[in-house]
């Protein structure tokens, strides 16, 4: 992360075009995953960008910073298409430089900003997280079977908090080809000593009769309800629906989002094809190899998909607990409180 | 007995692939069945370690069934100790007349140590080609191919290259790792290109991490010096964390090289090292490291559990329960790791936990509880018993309100009602614990006396096996306890009559009716008896252990900034609406809740039409099932607040609906909104507020004063009630006036 955070703080400072194509981007894209790693990263960027800079002579700070930081998204979405929580940090950063008072000094202004991306982080990340994990953990009783898709910051806090309180509880990791994010969930719980079971997608209706409470985390929680997370969500999501299992999303307010969606194509990124075609460690799986020639096929890897409210049972959030109806409110209160800032 | 079932023949390596060598030579492996040490007293005073059941299997199946699916054809197996059962099972169980895997036993009565053993296999003169030198208790799933392929690629090129160890490198955490198995702490130093083993050190200090290393070692190896420092940490990092298999692939040549040193008895502490410090012969040693297989040796009680939940856990896939059975019955898995063989009966009250294998005719009593444990044949298990992480062999009983925690029973013990096992318990064969009686932690209870000398850990096991395990322990005599003893122990061993005079002893030390002796600890050994135990490590152990590496890997935690916020809506929904029906009232139930908060907290009216919006697009509604629904909202606003007569209420209707008369009317740009609100209204005036009844002409009338409802509306509301019946035409009949009135109106228009 840091080498990642390195190099995009030096890309951004040699920034002169924001247009010009920079050779080995691509790199950028997966090395910091998981919607608040990268959001958090952006965000350190942008300070240190805004600490470096000057103000040209003859523009005004408020104008020429807010055009730089538009420069410095449009790079980032050269990068990898944005995700909603970092859309929402750029909005929230982009008022405060309009609200600037114009009276204020550069560096008393640059000041300012660098101590409201600083509370950003901390209020709407880091301690939303601390009071995520405290509401949700509420939710753990002895002798659960908790089942948990894919790696999410905020459901391993939760995790972590609840076995050091002390419950009793199992763990079901399912993961998915190919980006095998369960992995990384998996070993950081088993070496803090969690009864773990690790298992695919495919596996999901069976391990799903165990399974007393299902907690997944998200990328962001639309208006109507809808949960817009790592492809297979919505199918874990589905699959306990209809088993009886309660639903619980674990998502951090700054990442709700007035938008409405209602499926998962109309809006999403597409992920390489090449690791859809190709499996880790098995070279005698190599039917599509060349795929590249083939005129008749599409290699479909989708990154998020959509999470119908219906399958979800409560959102666990910064501001407590809510059903997915109760979004809008959560948006609106969110939207209110962070003008106060 | 069936014969062993055959892995597929898939795995079979032709040794002989070679187009160099013209005589074909069988792949040949020396497997010892025996362990030259002790470490498993009492239990292998009366039972050779091979033949101990790991997951209700004798070890040694494992071992065997391996070097079939490895492609050997050839297996001499070393017998020493309890010589007699070893050969008489290998018999009986079929292993010596399989075809195409010769099994061929060698059997000695005077060999102490691994160099023995050799020595004696040397003098035999058996072994022409390379072999994989093995001891009967390793457990592993690896493919040779590989490392054999390797073994003889740099025999051609160097005829030093006498010896290949297989290594795998631990994963776990490297505070614990080696408690994890019992073993001792490991430094291997390995030359990172060559695969070279340059330096081998057992150690138990666990205090010091320092490892001395001889400056000429460092000289030695040319391409190390150039990078002094470095290429030292490099290889001590590599070294740590890694497990000695103790798979050994060896050419004949270390065979010789063990009968001309004839000191040689251990195979790692002396010939390893002993190679690895003789530079005049120049032999080399070399390390194969497996990585996805599974390969560990069961070296102590620790090991033996560890290895035990790996078998249960499926790491040595395909050695597990349900697909070796080995002559006992089929077993079947399921749910949790759940191994359960024929013929259980099982109380519907017993609980059996996770990971757990029941053997054959087993008998589980009511609320008896069991996990992560191992339960052998024709157990019988009384009613509210408690075993957690246990080995029980075959035939043992447990009464009533037994509690076993982290012990090995072995077979055909008794323990009477209430007796408890604490963790770390071994009880050798047929022994009785007394009702009530509580064995202290780690300790070693056997029908055989602790052996007063212990000369060195090289002693050999030695004794006539025979008589010990043919002797006959009569059940119904058990509750005499005064005379077992004596009876018992005259038949299990002559050589061991001094036992008798010690008989009271005997009987207290394990509580009344008890029949066996708790061996006494010896000095020193309070360290080790916690790293070989089967009972988990204690966690003050481990925190040590930790305390020791640095762990930066904590989370932080603190979490207490904030104070616990109630929930934003109690948990009105369970997602659960699957018919229409109640999706309507829950979409109307929301509707009200959302405009309630509006008014409540004062919220602006564009915040509520958002809100409604996305409900709408959440329950997947119409605009007119909004307007109807912020229409029934307002409505029953009105009536709930307090008012004294009909004109109260007409004030309040109006304050309402002046004040959010943008939130309605947003959802009424269409004709059919407004018709729909005005049945709407119908409604309530019928069902749920029938206050509303005599005001609904003026209330309709105010709507349209006030250009909520267009004239159209409530005309062709009044054309859509002409065919209906009468009691639907009430309101249509009392508002008669004010659609006279509209007609009128229009037509002066006109």
Redesign the interface.
Known sequence: MFLTLGSLLVLMKELTNPYRPIAGLQYLSGNISGSNARCIAMLQAFQDAIRDYRVPPEKTFVRDLTAKISSYVSFLIECRPLCISMGNAIKFLKTRIAKLPLTLSESESKASLHSDIERFINEKIILADKVIVKHAVTKIRDGDVLLTYGLSSAVEMILLHAHKLGKQFRVIIVDSRPQLRGKILLRRLVEKGLSCTYTQINALSYIMHEVTRVFLGASSVLSNGTVYSGVGTACVAMIAHSFRVPVLVCCEAYKFSERVQLDSICSNELGDPEVISKVLGREDVNYLDGWANTENLQLLNLIYDATPSDYISMIVTDYGMVPPTSVPVIVREYRREQLWI | MGAPKKSGGGGRVSVTEDSDELVRVPLQAILLADSFNTKFRPITLECPKVLLPLVNVPMINYTLTWLESAGVEDVFVFCCAHSKQVIDYLDKSGWLSQPNFSVTTIESHNSVSAGDALRLIYERNVIHGDFVLISGDTVSNMSLTQALAEHKERKKKDSNAVMTMVIKRSKT?PAIHQSRLGTDELFMAINPDTKQLLYYEERTDLSKGIMHLDKSFLADNPSLTLHHDKQVNYILSEGIGLLDCYIDICSPEVLSLFTDNFDYQHLRRHFVKGLLVDDIMGYKIFVHEIHSNYASRIDNFRSYDTVSRDIIHRWTYPMVPDVMNYGNTATKLE??GMYRASEISQSQTAVIGPFTVLGFGTKIGNNTIISDSVIGKGCKIGSNVQIKGCYIWDHVTIEDGCKLNHAIVCNEVTLKSGAVLEPGVILSFKVVVGPEFVVPPYSYVSLLQQPVEEDSDEELEYADSTSVITSKVDKSDEEDASEVPEARISSVSEDMEFIVSLHVLFIDQLGMGGVGYIWQKCEGSQEEEWRHSVAPIPADKISEAMKTMEDD?E?T???S??P??????P?????D?DNEDSRDDFFER?VEA?FL?AVNEN?QED?LI??VN??K???NKLTADCAGAVFYAMMKYAVDTPHSSLDGLMQNVKAVLSKWKKALTSYLTDIDEQIEIILKFEEICLESAKEFAPLFTKILHYMYKEDIIEEDAILSWEDEKRDADEADKVFVNKAQDLIQWLKVAEEEDE
């Open positions: 955490n749910r949790q890997l989370l935690h603190d979490g900034i904030l616990p916020s109630g929930e934003l809506i948990d009105s929904n369970d997602s609406e929301e959302t908060r919220i915040h958002l809100e996305s409900l697009l959440s329950c």
